[in-house]
């Protein structure tokens, strides 16, 4: 779920100040690597005293790894956010959707190209016109069923616990015209990863979690990452993200995901976003060319590739991954083209809204 974007801070559009907030700095280890693991520190703490309740972060430099904290884990609370919590993914989950996908092209099971109507006959309307790629690559023109939904702290609060069906998500948006006929715009939708959620459960015949699980969570040893469906808690440790409804401030860490399903509804650690990114753009996960399907952003798709995108940063660089943003919880996946410098990162939101500050700098530390 969220828009599109890497830059944490448009994916969060989170908080003012955090309460009672507290920077942890983590036991440095190099002193002569190119990172600056102090001006990283100094970043997360900007989070922190300006919009985050807290925000827990892991860098790759190299051959040499390390974490960073600022903040806490709970309002009132001096517990710090575990490096090691698990969070919600939001969007980052559309990644690991499009991998699962392009193995199934890779197999001979699913044609990037075919209409949609070949797989889920009769769920969209124009589902003749819009095909695989159309969805993976946000060109089909459906209207982002989200934009259906009361996303605002006291709407939201209504349906949190609410259980929907991906066919319920999808009429949201066939409810609506396309924003353009598909193949000639561009347009971040979360419409597009429910439909591909319900493409391989359609062409494996069993969920889609299933697939996830058995074709890249168990193969990489992601033990941390999981598909929560309904469940409305987050397993194991984690920090809490806040809203303020009517005045109250309001624990927003449980909820049902199936409002998000394929489109953001995971649950991860920087640990495991850190070895499947690490994994995927090194071809672990998939062929040579569906590796190059995976990367073929375009400018007229603004970057996005098959759920993975490419962001030219201030000072040049370019790096991959993905953002993420659902209620409570904003995420970042980065890696360099060539994984030796990678960047995995949650932020819990405060309970009241506002400008985070430190993105910025922290980009720029740790890729340019």
């Not at 124009?126 to 702290?153: C, E, F, M, W």
């Not at 493409?199 to 494996?204: D, S």
């Not at 309001?250 to 394929?262: G, H, L, R, T």
Request: charged letters at 20%; a negative charge; glycine letters at 12%.
């Amino acid at each position: 779920m969220g828009t599109r974007g890497i830059a944490l801070a448009a994916v969060v559009g989170l908080a003012a100040v955090g309460i009672g907030g507290t920077a942890v700095a983590e036991p440095g280890v190099a002193a002569d690597h190119r990172i600056d693991r102090q001006a990283v520190q100094r970043a997360l703490d900007d989070m922190a005293r300006t919009g985050a309740q807290g925000v827990q972060l892991r860098v790759t430099d190299g051959r040499q790894q390390f974490t960073a904290r600022a903040g806490t884990a709970k309002v009132d609370s001096p517990r710090p956010v575990p490096t090691d919590g698990r969070f919600r993914v939001g969007s980052i989950t559309k990644t690991f959707v499009s991998t699962v996908v392009l193995q199934l092209v890779g197999e001979g099971e699913v044609d990037l190209d075919a209409p949609v109507q070949r797989y889920l006959p009769g769920l969209l309307p124009d589902g003749d016109k819009i095909t695989v790629r159309h969805l993976l690559q946000h060109t089909s023109g459906l209207y982002n069923y989200t934009a259906a939904l009361p996303l605002d702290p006291a709407g939201f609060e209504a349906i949190r616990y609410k259980t929907w069906t991906p066919a319920e998500l999808v009429a949201l948006s066939t409810a609506k015209p396309l924003d353009f006929a598909p193949g000639t715009g561009w347009n971040y939708s979360n419409t597009n990863y429910v439909v591909a959620g319900m493409l391989v459960e359609k062409v494996t015949g069993r969920p889609y979690d299933v697939a996830v699980t058995q074709r890249v969570l168990r193969p990489l040893g992601l033990r941390g990452t999981s598909v929560p469906g309904t469940r409305a808690a987050i397993p194991g440790p984690h920090a809490h993200g806040y809203v303020r409804v009517d005045g109250q401030v309001v624990d927003i860490s449980e909820i049902n995901p199936s409002v998000a399903y394929a489109a953001g509804e995971m649950i991860s650690t920087t640990d495991d976003l850190d070895r499947f990114v690490d994994a995927l753009l090194d071809g672990r996960l998939l062929g040579p060319a569906e590796q190059a399907e995976l990367t073929s952003a375009q400018p007229s798709t603004e970057g996005y590739g098959l759920g993975f995108e490419a962001t030219e940063l201030p000072c040049g660089v370019t790096v991959w991954g993905h953002g993420g943003g659902i209620p409570g919880y904003s995420s970042l996946m980065l890696s360099s083209p060539d994984t030796k410098t990678r960047l995995t990162a949650s932020l819990t939101s405060a309970p009241d809204p506002g400008q985070t500050e430190g993105l910025d700098e922290l980009l720029n530390e740790v890729f340019c």
